[in-house]
């Protein structure tokens, strides 16, 4: 076969192509066209939702940054009229600016703006991060039961995360406060065995080993501080450890 034959014959076929899927085209068209338009719609589904996500993480941190703003915030009592100032509402004490007269008072504004941090956003991480310190603040200020509520979802929120674990560490604290004290054992127990690192073995041991004494299980409270003694001897606690192990055989 000629070349000029055999570029003849490859023309053709390139044309019998174009032509043929020029009639997929008019035959398919709506299909065709309402698929396109679908994955048009996802695509930029999938981007407004990406920047929805990260506007919300945005909102849950400054929102966070602020309750956290006010948990550091300086307890002054406020300043005294002058002396031989007349008793008007203008002498009346004044208390500082950005700063609370009790630590109780100071606790429980920053409680309000944890909560609120929480409930606006409680699957960010921010989010849940103000839930834990909304817990462990409500624990300081001895509503024990509401916190327990609160570490509660911090754990089933976060899992196995920090602050999934700082939770379970809470929790086990504020239930052995509450003198539950088979519950925070074992949460104590289970915490004791992990092997992350994220949560300092040697001091849920202390933990454990203060919560046997308190549930009246001494045996259980020295085998639990010789256990500290022996895998951590370099530990801040070790020491404190003993002395506790001492006190309680002296007791025994």
């Not at 019998?16 to 996802?42: C, N, P, W, Y």
């Not at 950005?98 to 606790?107: D, I, L, N, W």
């Not at 703006?113 to 300081?140: H, M």
Request: charged share 20%; net charge positive.
């Amino acid at each position: 076969m000629k070349r000029s034959e055999r570029h003849r014959l490859k023309e053709n076929a390139v044309a019998l192509s174009v032509a043929r899927a020029r009639e997929q085209f008019e035959l398919h068209k709506l299909e065709i066209t309402a698929g396109l338009v679908l994955v048009v719609v996802v695509l930029a589904s999938a981007g407004g939702y990406g920047y929805w996500r990260q506007q919300r993480s945005a909102s849950a941190r400054a929102v966070l940054a602020e309750a956290l703003f006010v948990d550091q915030a300086q307890v002054v009592a406020p300043s005294a009229p002058a002396p031989g100032s007349p008793a008007t509402p203008a002498s009346a004490p004044v208390q500082p600016p950005g700063t609370f007269p009790t630590e109780g008072a100071k606790r429980e504004a920053a409680l309000q703006k944890f909560l609120a941090a929480a409930n606006a956003y409680p699957s960010t991480q921010s989010g849940i991060a103000a839930r834990y310190y909304a817990a462990s603040t409500l624990q300081a200020l001895g509503r024990t039961a509401e916190a327990v509520q609160q570490y509660r979802q911090v754990v089933d929120q976060a899992g196995n995360t920090l602050y999934g674990d700082a939770a379970r560490l809470g929790l086990a604290e504020a239930e052995a406060a509450s003198g539950r004290y088979d519950a925070a054992i074992a949460a104590f127990r289970e915490l004791a065995l992990k092997k992350d690192g994220r949560i300092p073995a040697d001091g849920v041991l202390m933990q454990l080993g203060r919560t046997y004494a308190m549930a009246g299980r001494t045996s259980d409270a020295i085998r639990t501080y010789q256990q500290l003694m022996d895998q951590y001897p370099r530990s801040s606690y070790s020491t404190l450890a003993r002395r506790e192990q001492e006190s309680l055989k002296q007791r025994g």
